[in-house]
């Protein structure tokens, strides 16, 4: 497993595809389960997590499955963490999540790279 990570619009899908030219990509704002434990690399993740959360699903033991199923998957996500904490429930709890669930993926994937204006640096 190999994360992406970074801020919004810094160039993580093209850095994402230039380590891992070979990928089959899929959108984590479009794709179901099935495709994301299938695909080779899912790109802006984040919104794979809050579209599973707008559904209700149970989504605090992805980590572990996701690595068990698709142990080879490429994921690109968004850090949301920074920045002022919103105001409204939803949206802090989105946020949360999203920070453990990343958390818990950068802990086992084997590669995590940041990636800021483009230039990409391996921190695991």
């Known amino acids: 497993m190999i994360m992406v990570i970074g801020g919004a ?4 899908c093209s850095y994402a595809g230039k380590i891992c030219p070979d990928v089959k990509w899929v959108d984590g704002k479009t794709c179901g389960e099935e495709e994301l434990f299938s695909s080779g690399g899912i790109y ?18 992805l980590p572990r499955k996701l690595h068990a199923q698709n142990p080879d998957i490429v994921i ?49």
């Open 9 to 12: 619009h810094q160039g993580k």
């Open 44 to 61: 802006r993740f984040h919104e794979y997590i809050a579209g599973r959360m707008r559904e209700g699903a149970d989504i605090s033991g």
């Open 76 to 124: 690109v996500t968004d850090e949301i963490g920074y920045g002022i904490v919103p105001a409204e429930r939803q949206l802090r709890d989105y946020r949360e999540m999203t920070g453990r669930i990343c958390t818990e993926l950068a802990g086992i994937s084997e590669e995590v790279h940041r990636v800021v204006c483009g230039i990409g640096t391996r921190i695991k």
